[in-house]
């Protein structure tokens, strides 16, 4: 969601401060502040409403200059989009917070707030925490405790940071479920709530784990726990750089992800697979073990990792043989979930900081499950240091709002886990080093995927001026057209919605007309005359079908049919390469129609809220 960093330094923070805004861009958000602590222990503000280029031209005319500050790019929760309810919020010309999440029970804090005096300039739930914790200043309490005190009052998932102009040496944090990394430097020192934003500064961090507090100084970090007592966490050195955040030279982040797609899948097969036979410690010691005994699979996710997961249902049960059930992770969390014997958890997501996921991923560790196991890809995230099991899918960042590379290899990593399984159930040599020849031409198909770029503009143009749009796929490849739907809407703004194909005639099939693009997903497989049939209802009600096909599918251009052929791939491998192309079209149809591509409106990369 929202993006925080924080830096204490011997030189002015200010142009570190906005330029991690700017590579935290990705998470979405509406509103930027910064504020800094100048020599005369006096807090310089600047915030506005719109992008972090707007803060920074802000700055450019009213400069702020300071070795201690803290900046933010909010996503409105609490309050309108307005310049009173961007961050960071002050309380007394003394204390300056930043914040991620929610505090569920900031109303009846407020009101004891008001009673005391404190007046408020805001409709946020931060400016709370930032008059509490004045308050607890005035008492006579350290920065340190005074942020302790106010946090056990807090309910909710977030994130804090704080600076007192009075004690101008450190800033404090407290990490409640939103995430907090710490970046380590030379006689300085940083935080923020993702890796990107600080890496072009250090490539060394310390991972904040739930509830803990920290006091970051120019020459060191302590970090304690709740009860105030001290804590050592392992400082992570990371081999992302500086380099894979920034786009060049292609005009969108969400265009260079989609490119990188081949070597995202490359990069997740390496050191899983040796003499085509898949790897089970690459999951971890235990991995093999446990796996052996699993017997049924409870697969939880949200957004594009649900559509993951609901593909990988076809693979599990058919290749592996075990029961899967996939559901999204807010659902799952607020009903009564039968857990069968031996049943495995697992949680798909792109940041394994998705805020429903990973508390449904504390409450399975809780019901029953043989174990739990993560598929993500983020290093040090939340769910990896949860999960029992972790499967990386080494996309590298991925900073477009719209998920693709980490679709694709979560897709990969999937087919993975479920041949580690099928080992153990029947799945011969022979036939597993078929299915990981095949895996090892992923990467290549979806290069070939990749050349369709400038047909797929072509074809672009046909619904740049449409409002709705079908998909329609069947087997595997239903969740692949949910997919596509679901990237459509939210890069162009087009309505867009998926089907089975054969639920075309239980109601669909009302919207059908000349102005309905109907896309269909046809690999050659043993569902395709079934498909074909499908696609006739369509062109019967006068639909306009766009058919990505296999050329062995024998689907051809006709009337009311316009036909994009696909490069041959394995059925194992075509819900992997068919989302290449379904990705380019909606980027290009958002091209056309001069859309916001890398953060579309109202939505953010990491959702950390619930």
Same mark, same amino acid.
């Given at each position: /969601?929202?993006? %925080?960093?924080?830096?204490?330094?011997?030189?002015?923070?200010?142009?570190?401060?906005?330029?991690?805004?700017?590579?935290?861009?990705?998470?979405?958000?509406?509103?930027?502040?910064?504020?800094?602590?100048?020599?005369?222990?006096?807090?310089?503000?600047?915030?506005?409403?719109?992008?972090?280029?707007?803060?920074?031209?802000?700055?450019?005319?009213?400069?702020?200059?300071?070795?201690?500050?803290?900046?933010?790019?909010?996503?409105? !929760?609490?309050?309108?989009?307005?310049?009173?309810?961007?961050?960071?919020?002050?309380?007394?010309?003394?204390?300056?917070?930043?914040?991620?999440?929610?505090?569920?029970?900031?109303?009846?804090?407020?009101?004891?707030?008001?009673? /005391?005096?404190?007046?408020?300039?805001?409709?946020?739930?931060?400016?709370?925490?930032?008059?509490?914790?004045?308050?607890?200043?005035?008492?006579?309490?350290?920065?340190?405790?005074?942020?302790?005190?106010?946090?056990?009052?807090?309910?909710?998932?977030?994130?804090?940071?704080?600076?007192?102009?009075?004690?101008?040496?450190? %800033?404090? @944090?407290?990490?409640?479920?939103?995430?907090?990394? %710490?970046?380590?430097? &030379?006689?300085?020192?940083?935080?923020?709530?993702?890796?990107?934003?600080?890496?072009?500064?250090?490539?060394?961090?310390?991972?904040?784990?739930?509830?803990?507090?920290?006091? $970051?100084?120019? &020459?060191?970090?302590?970090?304690?726990?709740?009860?105030?007592?001290?804590?050592?966490?392992?400082?992570?050195?990371?081999?992302?750089?500086?380099?894979?955040?920034?786009?060049?030279?292609?005009?969108? =982040?969400?265009?260079?992800?989609? =490119?990188?797609?081949?070597?995202?899948?490359? &990069?997740?097969?390496?050191?899983?697979?040796?003499?085509?036979?898949?790897?089970?410690?690459?999951?971890?010691?235990?991995?093999?073990?446990?796996?052996?005994?699993? *017997?049924?699979?409870?697969?939880?996710?949200?957004?594009?990792?649900?559509?993951?997961?609901?593909?990988?249902?076809?693979? %599990?049960?058919?290749?592996?043989?075990?029961?899967?059930?996939?559901?999204?992770?807010?659902?799952?969390?607020?009903?009564?979930?039968?857990?069968?014997?031996?049943?495995?958890?697992? !949680?798909?997501?792109?940041?394994?900081?998705?805020?429903?996921?990973?508390?449904?991923?504390?409450?399975?560790?809780?019901?029953?499950?043989?174990?739990?196991?993560?598929?993500?890809?983020?290093?040090?995230?939340?769910?990896?240091?949860?999960?029992?099991?972790?499967?990386?899918? +080494?996309?590298?960042?991925?900073?477009?709002?719209?998920?693709?590379?980490?679709?694709?290899? +979560?897709?990969?990593?999937?087919?993975?886990?479920?041949?580690?399984?099928?080992?153990?159930?029947?799945?011969?040599?022979?036939?597993?080093?078929?299915?990981?020849?095949?895996?090892?031409?992923?990467?290549?198909?979806?290069?070939?995927?990749?050349? /369709?770029?400038?047909?797929?503009?072509?074809?672009?143009? &046909?619904?740049?001026?449409?409002?709705?749009?079908?998909?329609?796929?069947?087997?595997?490849?239903?969740?692949?057209?949910?997919?596509?739907?679901?990237?459509?809407? *939210?890069?162009?703004?087009?309505?867009?919605?998926?089907?089975?194909?054969?639920?075309?005639?239980?109601?669909?099939?009302?919207?059908?007309?000349?102005?309905?693009?109907?896309?269909?997903?046809?690999?050659?497989?043993?569902?395709?005359?079934?498909?074909?049939?499908?696609?006739?209802?369509?062109?019967?009600?006068?639909?306009?079908?766009? @058919?990505?096909?296999?050329?062995?599918?024998?689907?051809?251009?006709?009337?009311?049919?316009?036909? $994009?052929?696909?490069?041959?791939?394995?059925?194992?491998?075509?819900?992997?390469?068919?989302?290449?192309?379904?990705?380019?079209?909606?980027?290009?149809?958002?091209?056309?129609?001069?859309?916001? $591509?890398?953060?579309?409106?109202?939505?953010?990369?990491?959702?950390?809220?619930?």
């Amino acid at each position: /969601m929202c993006g %925080i960093v924080g830096a204490i330094a011997e030189k002015n923070v200010v142009p570190t401060l906005v330029d991690g805004l700017r590579r935290l861009e990705y998470r979405g958000y509406d509103s930027a502040g910064v504020a800094v602590v100048g020599d005369d222990k006096v807090i310089g503000l600047c915030r506005t409403v719109g992008k972090v280029s707007e803060l920074d031209d802000k700055l450019a005319k009213s400069p702020l200059t300071g070795c201690l500050g803290v900046a933010h790019t909010r996503w409105a !929760t609490h309050g309108g989009v307005t310049e009173a309810n961007a961050h960071p919020h002050l309380s007394g010309g003394r204390v300056a917070v930043i914040h991620n999440g929610i505090i569920e029970n900031f109303q009846p804090i407020k009101e004891e707030l008001l009673e /005391m005096g404190y007046e408020f300039a805001s409709e946020t739930d931060t400016e709370v925490a930032a008059h509490l914790i004045h308050h607890y200043l005035q008492q006579g309490l350290d920065l340190v405790e005074a942020v302790g005190k106010a946090v056990k009052r807090f309910e909710g998932a977030y994130a804090l940071l704080v600076v007192d102009a009075e004690d101008p040496d450190r %800033i404090v @944090v407290s990490r409640v479920a939103s995430p907090l990394v %710490i970046g380590l430097g &030379d006689g300085e020192n940083f935080v923020a709530s993702g890796v990107p934003a600080l890496l072009p500064v250090t490539k060394k961090f310390i991972y904040l784990e739930q509830g803990d507090l920290a006091e $970051i100084r120019r &020459d060191g970090v302590r970090i304690v726990d709740t009860d105030g007592k001290k804590i050592v966490r392992e400082v992570h050195e990371t081999d992302w750089d500086s380099e894979s955040a920034e786009k060049a030279p292609y005009e969108h =982040f969400m265009l260079k992800e989609i =490119f990188d797609q081949p070597s995202a899948l490359a &990069d997740t097969l390496y050191g899983r697979v040796s003499n085509q036979r898949v790897i089970p410690e690459s999951l971890g010691p235990k991995a093999a073990e446990l796996l052996r005994h699993v *017997e049924n699979i409870h697969i939880v996710a949200c957004g594009t990792s649900y559509h993951a997961g609901c593909v990988g249902k076809y693979w %599990i049960e058919s290749i592996a043989g075990v029961p899967c059930q996939v559901e999204i992770a807010s659902e799952y969390r607020y009903r009564h979930c039968v857990v069968p014997p031996k049943t495995l958890f697992v !949680t798909l997501s792109q940041s394994g900081e998705t805020a429903d996921t990973l508390e449904a991923l504390r409450l399975a560790k809780e019901s029953g499950y043989i174990g739990t196991m993560t598929i993500c890809n983020s290093p040090h995230s939340s769910m990896e240091r949860e999960s029992d099991l972790v499967m990386l899918t +080494q996309a590298g960042p991925e900073i477009g709002v719209a998920s693709t590379k980490a679709f694709t290899t +979560q897709l990969l990593s999937i087919l993975l886990v479920t041949l580690m399984m099928a080992r153990h159930r029947g799945l011969t040599a022979k036939r597993e080093q078929e299915f990981v020849a095949n895996l090892t031409h992923a990467a290549a198909a979806s290069d070939l995927a990749l050349k /369709m770029s400038d047909q797929l503009r072509g074809v672009a143009a &046909d619904f740049a001026d449409k409002n709705h749009t079908l998909f329609l796929g069947r087997g595997p490849m239903w969740p692949i057209a949910m997919e596509g739907a679901l990237k459509l809407k *939210e890069i162009s703004y087009i309505h867009a919605e998926a089907y089975a194909a054969g639920e075309l005639k239980h109601g669909p099939l009302a919207l059908i007309d000349d102005e309905m693009p109907v896309v269909v997903v046809a690999p050659n497989n043993e569902l395709l005359d079934k498909l074909k049939s499908n696609m006739q209802v369509v062109r019967a009600r006068g639909g306009q079908l766009y @058919v990505f096909a296999d050329a062995e599918t024998g689907i051809k251009n006709e009337d009311g049919m316009k036909v $994009i052929l696909m490069p041959h791939a394995d059925r194992l491998i075509a819900p992997i390469v068919y989302t290449v192309p379904l990705q380019l079209l909606a980027y290009h149809v958002a091209v056309l129609r001069g859309t916001d $591509i890398d953060q579309p409106r109202n939505l953010a990369k990491s959702v950390t809220v619930e």
